[in-house]
């Protein structure tokens, strides 16, 4: 099972990819059969495939990501807070809270992402 600071380590390379607009670094974080639910409730996109074109699609947006606090981490899960700015028609923000579940390699085989109406400003 990855560390703590393996999971920490993987939340930031996650950051930063996402800023440098690198969907396949993003990508490689993930296992093959991985799936990411962005918010909980929708469809899950399965598999790199999916999961490349959510990220693709995400970043042509310009969204920027900022954590904030401390990646908190347990078993095979970490949780992270999380702001995503958007400059479209002003400035947009919206307040996310990720979960990443890994495997034994420490890939990440599940990503879930909170946020509802209450948590988006400027829309």
């Known amino acids: 099972m990855p560390s703590h600071e393996d ?4 939340v930031e ?10 969907p396949e670094a993003v990508v490689a974080l993930f296992a093959e059969d991985a799936t990411v639910e962005d ?3 929708s469809p899950a996109h399965h598999g790199r495939d999916a ?3 959510f990220y693709v699609a995400s970043m042509a947006t310009g969204a920027k ?5 401390p990646v908190r981490s347990t078993a095979d899960y970490a949780a992270f807070a999380f702001s995503v700015s958007l400059n479209y028609g ?34």
Do not use: S
């Open 39 to 41: 918010p909980v409730g």
């Open 65 to 69: 990501l900022t954590l904030e606090g």
């Open 7 to 10: 999971k920490v380590r993987v």
């Open 90 to 123: 002003g400035e947009k923000r919206v307040d996310v809270i990720d979960t990443f579940r890994f495997d034994e390699a420490g890939k990440v085989i599940e990503m879930r992402a909170y946020f509802g109406p209450d948590n988006m400003q400027g829309f």
């Open 51 to 53: 999961i490349r074109a």
């Open 13 to 22: 390379t996650y950051i930063a990819a996402f800023a440098k607009g690198n």
